[in-house]
């Protein structure tokens, strides 16, 4: 895989801006150059892969490559989400790795079973962070060699 290839599009959903403000800077500091986005919930994050209501303007563009998930978010849960995105056969690829303060084990079980790629404690502190992104860095951009993304404007398979 190119280094042009590797720049796919890192999508995070997190509901706390203090949040998403730290993996950007995070991001930054270790100069990982893929383009990120930033949604605040399950339903945008939804909207979103299905091209639909404020995000249908993306029908036809590429996927993100990797999605970072938060579990606690209001209107609809990282785990609701995260079922609904892995039962969708045109969103299914996409690796979706669990960026979450909690702990318990029966989120961390329930996530796998669902289908998260990995599950990832989120670090307090800007330089534990950096290295959790330099290791998604590593692994998911230069290592995994992923299918090829789908196209944004197939239409789901019944």
């Known amino acids: 895989m190119s280094t042009e290839d590797a720049l796919f599009t890192i999508l995070m959903v997190d509901d706390d801006p203090d949040d998403r403000l730290l993996f950007k800077e995070a991001c930054e500091e270790v100069r990982l150059r893929n383009p ?9 994050l939804l ?10 303007h993306l029908k036809g563009e ?3 490559g ?6 606690n978010m209001p209107l609809k ?3 609701e989400a995260l079922e609904e995105v892995k039962a969708d056969p045109n969103l299914r690829d996409i690796p979706i790795i669990i960026l979450t303060t ?3 084990e029966d989120d961390i079980l329930s996530s796998y079973g669902l289908g ?6 989120k670090p307090i502190s800007l330089d534990r962070l950096m290295r959790v992104i330099n ?15 789908p196209a944004a404007d197939q239409e789901p398979i019944d």
């Open 102 to 104: 909690s702990k318990s």
């Open 66 to 71: 990797i999605i970072l998930l938060d579990l």
């Open 62 to 64: 590429p996927f993100p």
């Open 47 to 56: 909207d979103y892969l299905k091209r639909e209501g404020n995000y249908a």
């Open 36 to 44: 990120l986005e930033f949604l605040e919930n399950g339903e945008q």
């Open 135 to 149: 290791s998604i860095g590593e692994y998911w951009v230069q290592i995994v060699e992923a299918p090829g993304q």
């Open 77 to 79: 849960d990282g785990r």
């Open 116 to 121: 998260a790629s990995s599950y990832i404690v």
